[in-house]
């Protein structure tokens, strides 16, 4: 695989990322580790990834996940199996610079230089600010060196990356078939038979019932609950110790400098006359003249200025308000004609997009923030956190002084706190009075009763926990949930019975010579209009089926032959026409589809270099995880 590389590295190749180094920001994980940092955690080629790395990058994961799940995370956090991915995206970025040092792969300072100058966070007013960029690691914990050596290893995959996606290539007829299935239109005629029609019918015997209970007892589980005595360390008790100075707050202003400046900025609304591209000089005269009469209209109308988009009408218009905008973060022609409108102006500018006529709605002039007005937020902000560490380094002493034999009891009395104990608590149950905990069932995991487990963190301060009783996962005896599997027994059975309903009446139509027409007859029966592959038939939830099932069938065999499951129910469904891409539809779309089928074959090629590596790799799991 490797030579198969070096011999396409000349040709066309794109950027794909294939596991960027994250920045060591410091995020917090919520349980404090006690394991020996320089513990290996596996060998990938006798080359060791430390437990520590392995902690680090599992933070960065369990934050990422924090943000797209937001508050669904805690509940759903046990079935993401977050440190099994965590252990694999540092073998496979392990592996991927293995390859790339194998291969040759470098990356000069100058290359370095260049993308350092290039990145928006450090520059101001478009240019490279040095003390910006001095700020943002100073704020991350980070040196140049270690900055600028994670922006090599990120130079280097992307490097690799283009080596990788080179080798992808995509033919004429690979081309011309794609264009004819995916422009094809299908329309047909269906019917839902929901489960819930034949409810009415369903029966359950209590033979039923305990066969079914007997069957999916898992379904039926309460889960393992934990019980614990602790101490909590509160916030309040270390702010009057907190000492910050002028000059620490003077610091953490210079530090957050970026939060208390405010951009240049513009308010605009545009009505956009899309273009495709590349746009013949047809298309292009078109657009620019209903762009202009839409100008002429907006300078002369007193409807409102968006309006005028509904008024025009056409599939090729999109209008709407884009907010606030600052300089840099559109393309440049949008930004140079939207920063020299005054608000209340309107005008015209060409994109790739198309043709915008643009309206400023109000202008925000770029500010900073004196530190004089922030000064006292600041210094609460501080004094924050300096008790929470305060807290947290008490709260590891009273954890040392646990594992060496003090009851909870004598630690209380000694920092005059109270015990608590919690009730029994699965891993998806909020804590009554420890608002804010983050990986508590992970801190005792492994814990017998009487143990303590690792310092944690909540809203209001830290906590010392032991474990007083695991109780394991059981099953509710059936008495206890008969209802449930009552319901559960009827609702399989009404499926069961919508699925029969819908053989029987595919059956019937089977011998029809237009089994649409016929199905189109029946009660309840509808017909689609000209469907492409991602188009949704409106009304029908299960639409995706129904297209699918559709698009699959042969016009000689126009009836699907057996009924289609959705969760409402079972499709009964027919084609009635298939309907093939004019020659101008393959041309308008031409570029569009290489350019999706290419990233697509790049991202397979990819995919099978990293199976590659890591079929030949020598991977040996040296810590438990």
Do not use: C
């Amino acid at each position: 695989m490797l030579e198969l590389m070096r011999k396409h590295a000349g040709s066309w190749v794109i950027k794909i990322l294939l596991g960027a180094i994250a920045l060591a920001f410091a995020l917090s994980w919520g349980v404090s580790s006690y394991y020996s940092q320089q513990q290996v955690a596996v060998k990938v080629n006798q080359e060791p990834i430390t437990m520590a790395q392995l902690q680090e990058e599992l933070n960065n994961l369990t934050e990422e996940s924090r943000r797209q799940f937001g508050a669904q995370y805690d509940r759903i956090a046990p079935l993401l199996n977050l440190k099994e991915r965590a252990l694999q995206r540092l073998v496979e970025r392990t592996l991927l610079f293995q390859a790339a040092r194998e291969m040759g792969v470098t990356v000069s300072d100058q290359e370095i230089r260049r993308r350092l100058l290039a990145i928006p966070n450090f520059q101001a007013g478009g240019q490279f600010d040095f003390k910006r960029y001095q700020r943002a690691l100073a704020q991350n914990r980070m040196t140049p060196e270690s900055f600028e050596s994670s922006l090599r290893g990120q130079l280097t995959l992307e490097k690799l990356s283009s080596l990788v996606a080179g080798a992808a290539a995509l033919s004429p007829l690979e081309l011309e078939q794609a264009l004819s299935d995916g422009l094809t239109k299908v329309r047909g005629a269906y019917l839902l038979v929901t489960n819930d029609s034949q409810l009415a019918k369903a029966q359950a015997t209590p033979e039923e019932l305990e066969a079914y209970y007997q069957q999916h007892k898992r379904d039926y589980l309460v889960p393992e609950k934990i019980s614990f005595s602790y101490l909590v360390f509160p916030l309040a008790n270390y702010r009057d110790q907190a000492r910050i100075s002028d000059e620490d707050v003077a610091d953490a202003y210079e530090r957050d400098y970026a939060r208390y400046v405010q951009a240049e900025a513009v308010r605009v609304s545009h009505i956009l006359v899309r273009l495709s591209d590349p746009a013949g000089p047809t298309e292009e005269a078109a657009a620019k003249q209903k762009a202009e009469e839409l100008l002429a209209k907006a300078k002369q109308s007193k409807e409102p200025f968006l309006a005028l988009a509904k008024q025009a009408g056409g599939k090729d218009l999109e209008n709407g308000d884009l907010g606030f905008i600052q300089r840099g973060q559109t393309v440049a022609p949008f930004e140079e004609a939207a920063f020299a409108l005054e608000p209340g102006q309107v005008g015209l500018v060409r994109s790739p997009f198309g043709w915008h006529v643009i309206k400023a709605e109000e202008r925000r002039q770029a500010s900073v923030t004196p530190l004089e007005k922030v000064r006292g937020e600041l210094k609460a902000r501080l004094v924050e956190a300096q008790a929470r560490e305060r807290a947290e380094v008490a709260a590891e002493a009273a954890f040392n002084q646990a594992n060496r034999g003090q009851t909870l009891a004598d630690l209380a009395a000694k920092h005059k706190l109270s015990v608590t104990k919690s009730p029994a608590v699965s891993s998806d149950q909020p804590i009554p009075g420890l608002s804010g905990v983050k990986g508590l069932f992970e801190a005792f995991e492994g814990l017998t009763p009487g143990q303590a487990a690792p310092v944690f963190s909540f809203e209001n301060g830290s906590v010392l926990a032991v474990l007083e009783e695991r109780l394991p996962e059981q099953v509710r005896p059936l008495e206890q949930v008969r209802e449930e599997v009552r319901l559960a027994v009827l609702a399989a059975k009404a499926q069961e019975l919508a699925r029969q309903e819908a053989a029987k009446l595919i059956a019937t139509l089977a011998p029809e010579k237009d089994p649409a027409a016929a199905l189109a007859k029946k009660p309840g029966a509808k017909r689609t209009a000209w469907l492409g592959e991602e188009d949704t038939v409106e009304g029908l939830a299960s639409s995706p089926a129904l297209v699918k099932a559709l698009f699959l069938r042969p016009e000689v065999r126009p009836l699907v032959a057996e009924p289609v499951p959705t969760e409402q129910g079972f499709l009964v469904a027919a084609l009635s026409g298939k309907q093939a891409p004019s020659p101008q539809a393959k041309e308008e779309k031409r570029q569009e589809f290489s350019q999706a089928l290419l990233a697509q074959r790049q991202r397979q090629l990819q995919e099978t270099f990293v199976a590659d590596l890591r079929a030949k790799a020598d991977i040996r799991l040296l810590s438990k995880l």
